[in-house]
């Protein structure tokens, strides 16, 4: 079993600053992508930023400038560092990781609980 844990998520004025941060626990062998989703009220979720294995990252348009998505592989974390956050960021973050859980298992993916984030002032 794998679990995600996220934190950080909170009330901030638009302009202000947060991290979210995601720590991933379990059966883990190795962790192909991590990455944060959000999905405002009566939108879809989409991918907010994602980071591979081999240092790769991707950032939705809206937020490139302004997001920056870290890993620590070794501890099996992740974060993502929010600034000049905007109403539109407000939506519940979910940390999201596509891993293997043995050297012969197939890519399986696995979903925080999710973390509000509200920007409102």
């Known amino acids: 079993q794998v679990r995600l844990v996220e934190s950080g998520g909170a009330l901030v004025q638009p302009g202000g600053s947060l991290r979210l941060s995601c720590a991933a626990s379990?059966?883990?062998?190795?962790?192909?992508?991590m990455g944060w989703y959000r999905q405002a009220p009566g939108k879809q979720r989409e991918l907010v930023a994602a980071?591979?294995?081999?240092?790769?990252?991707n950032y939705v348009d809206s937020v490139r400038g302004r997001f920056t998505i870290s890993r620590d592989n070794a501890k099996n974390t992740v974060s993502l560092q929010m600034n000049s956050l905007e109403p539109d960021d407000t939506a519940v973050y979910y940390c999201?990781?596509?891993?293997?859980?043995?050297?012969?298992?197939?890519?399986?993916?696995?979903w925080g609980q999710g973390t509000q984030v509200t920007v409102s002032s």
């Open positions: 980071s591979t294995s081999g240092g790769r990252t």
């Open positions: 999201n990781a596509k891993l293997y859980t043995s050297y012969t298992s197939r890519l399986y993916e696995y």
């Open positions: 379990g059966s883990i062998f190795s962790i192909n992508t």
